[in-house]
């Protein structure tokens, strides 16, 4: 089992950036793969980015592509989003969450963390 735990949220205007961080507790972190996902006021939660459990493949959707970067360092226990030109339409609760598979489909990973807000200004 892992625990998960997000950071780096917060308020920041359109075109601005922010680095999200998950730190993972538990056992073999570096065996899971590990995604993003969020969700916005009114809306279901849907699938931002994953990393394979070595770093080596990612995949993200299609409405951050070329915005945010998913990584890890399976040493540091942890996981990462880098999100850059925001708009106001990526304002959601930001969560990471760990898989025994690579995959985007929310109901594939069993460990969730609680969440980071991020709210963008326009």
């Known amino acids: 089992q892992v625990q998960l735990v997000e950071s780096g949220g917060g308020l920041v205007q359109a075109g601005g950036g922010l680095r999200l961080s998950c730190a993972a507790s538990?056992?073999?972190?570096?065996?899971?793969?590990m995604g993003w996902f969020r969700q916005a006021p009114g809306k279901e939660r849907e699938f931002v980015a994953a990393i394979r459990w070595d770093g080596d493949t990612t995949y993200d959707a299609d409405s951050v592509q070329g915005r945010f970067t998913i990584s890890r360092d399976n040493a540091e226990n942890a996981v990462y989003l880098e999100m850059n030109s925001l708009k106001p339409e990526d304002t959601a609760v930001y969560y990471c969450?760990?898989?025994?598979?690579?995959?985007?489909?929310?109901?594939?990973?069993?460990?969730w963390g609680q969440g980071t807000q991020v709210t963008v200004s326009s």
């Open positions: 969450a760990a898989s025994y598979a690579f995959s985007s489909t929310q109901w594939n990973y069993p460990y």
């Open positions: 538990g056992r073999a972190f570096s065996s899971y793969a």
